[in-house]
């Protein structure tokens, strides 16, 4: 705003002009103190009601908590002020007005529930708890672009309105595409592996994929954030040394450059930067694990799925995050390659934070035959495919990749219970708006 100072930067002696939202009123009877903030911090206006003049006395106490007020005055030194100066105002103008009832606190003294902070997401944002989430968010993402760019990946954007899906029919949104059936895409899959076999080789996509999971838990959303990659010439080891490498790099950064926010968090202390070196268990010894500790009712067997249940006895079995590779090809999509030597298992992985999974990928199946007798066994017509398979005709070479949720890798990293407040506008089965 034209003429506008940052509230935190005044010092004594300065004439300022500082705008910001009103914290807090406190009216001490022939003295009065406004509380304005804005991004960068706080600071107090001195009202004094028998020396000012009373309209600028009554615009500032007149004025409903949260209205933006834009203050003209002189810095003062004041012991007793929160910041130790306080502006003596000359003028004061309203703004931006603010109702006297507000759906909820942003001082933070009365809490508010989820459903209730997501529907005023602006009110919700101006609590420094809540704001330290998205900076954290921003500076992560950063890091991760820069990660990548260090493993000289290009960064892509493929079409997120598509023909098919990728990741099992039934979590697919339908949508009408000028009277032809459409759906919103599940992830980048089949892009990301068209582009590794071109001259990029290496790529990476951070955007937005659409699932129709039907439940609604702390760690599904229906609208996530995708971070993924694909890398040509790469095997599936290769590959999770690159996950391993980004979510360390974002760990990283967080820990050198939002200090201020983890300490807004309440968790500067117990933040820890992983090793970088996660184990990599096989499914076999996964099940194994599990098994061994009793904490089960069922015995873990050759082909099951891990249940949500398993994934905590293992977590906290391991402490720190993890793989789990070699899983058996029956449960991994027809894009994930079998190993040479023994096919009942594939190169399909996952990382695992102690709390839950982070990452699915592995490496793909590049040679064009067993591709398409790979869409057969999971029942899929390859003639709808053939925009991709058709590529795997045309000098394919072996590669591998993998997806990460955005979301899922903050809500770990920051330990907090429901993936909702990773992002700012969710979309869940109750939530289509705002
Ligand atoms: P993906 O990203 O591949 O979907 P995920 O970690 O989201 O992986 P899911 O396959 O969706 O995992 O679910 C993992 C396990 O959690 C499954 O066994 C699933 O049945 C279970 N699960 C998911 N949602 C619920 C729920 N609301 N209540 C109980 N179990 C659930
Ligand atoms: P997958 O389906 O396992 O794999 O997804 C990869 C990662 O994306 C995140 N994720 C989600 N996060 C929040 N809400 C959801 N509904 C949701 N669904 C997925 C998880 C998950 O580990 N094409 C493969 C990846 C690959 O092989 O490259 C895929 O999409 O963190």
């Not at 599990?290 to 082909?303: S, Y």
């Not at 249940?309 to 079998?338: C, M, N, R």
Request: aromatic share 8%.
């Amino acid at each position: 705003m034209h003429g506008r100072t940052y509230t935190a930067d005044a010092t004594p002696g300065e004439a300022v002009t500082v705008a910001g939202w009103v914290h807090e009123t406190r009216d001490l009877g022939g003295i009065a103190f406004l509380i304005l903030r804005d991004k960068s911090g706080k600071i107090q206006v001195k009202l004094e009601k028998d020396e000012m003049d009373d309209d600028l006395v009554e615009t500032g106490l007149d004025a409903h908590r949260e209205s933006v007020l834009k203050v003209e005055g002189d810095v003062k030194e004041e012991p007793r002020a929160p910041t130790g100066v306080e502006v003596v105002p000359t003028d004061i103008e309203v703004v931006a007005p603010a109702d006297p009832e507000l759906p909820l606190d942003p001082s933070g003294k009365v809490d508010a529930e989820l459903p209730t902070r997501l529907n005023n997401r602006t009110l919700d944002l101006r609590k420094p708890e809540v704001q330290a989430i998205f900076e954290i968010r921003a500076e992560l993402l950063r890091a991760v672009r820069d990660a990548f760019r260090s493993h000289e990946a290009t960064e892509i954007n493929t079409p997120k309105i598509v023909a098919t899906g990728t990741e099992g029919g039934t979590e697919l949104f339908p949508i009408s595409y000028f009277g032809e059936e459409a759906f919103m895409n599940q992830s980048p899959q089949l892009f990301k592996q068209l582009m590794a076999g071109s001259n990029l080789e290496r790529v990476f996509e951070i955007g937005p994929i659409f699932r129709a999971e039907e439940h609604n838990t702390p760690r599904h959303l229906n609208e996530a954030h995708s971070i993924d990659f694909e890398g040509a010439f790469c095997d599936h080891t290769e590959a999770m040394d690159v996950a391993e490498a980004v979510t360390t790099a974002a760990y990283e950064a967080v820990a050198e450059n939002c200090a201020d926010e983890l300490e807004t968090l309440g968790i500067a202390d117990e933040f820890e930067v992983p090793s970088g070196d996660f184990p990599r268990l096989s499914y076999q010894e996964a099940l194994d694990r599990v098994n061994a500790t009793g904490e089960l009712d069922e015995h873990l067997v050759w082909g099951d799925d891990l249940s949500t249940e398993a994934e905590h006895v293992l977590g906290q079995e391991v402490g720190e995050h993890y793989f789990v590779t070699d899983w058996p090809s029956e449960v991994k999509p027809f894009y994930i390659k079998d190993h040479d030597d023994e096919p009942e298992k594939s190169t399909g992985f996952d990382m695992m934070h102690p709390r839950m999974e982070l990452v699915s990928g592995g490496q793909r199946e590049h040679r064009y035959e067993e591709l398409i007798a790979g869409f057969e066994q999971q029942g899929l017509d390859p003639e709808e495919f053939d925009y991709y398979t058709k590529m795997f005709r045309y000098g394919m070479p072996p590669h591998a990749g993998w997806g990460m949720g955005c979301e899922r890798l903050l809500m770990t990293m920051l330990d907090l219970d429901n993936i909702r407040e990773a992002v700012l506008f969710p979309r869940d089965r109750q939530r289509l708006s705002p």
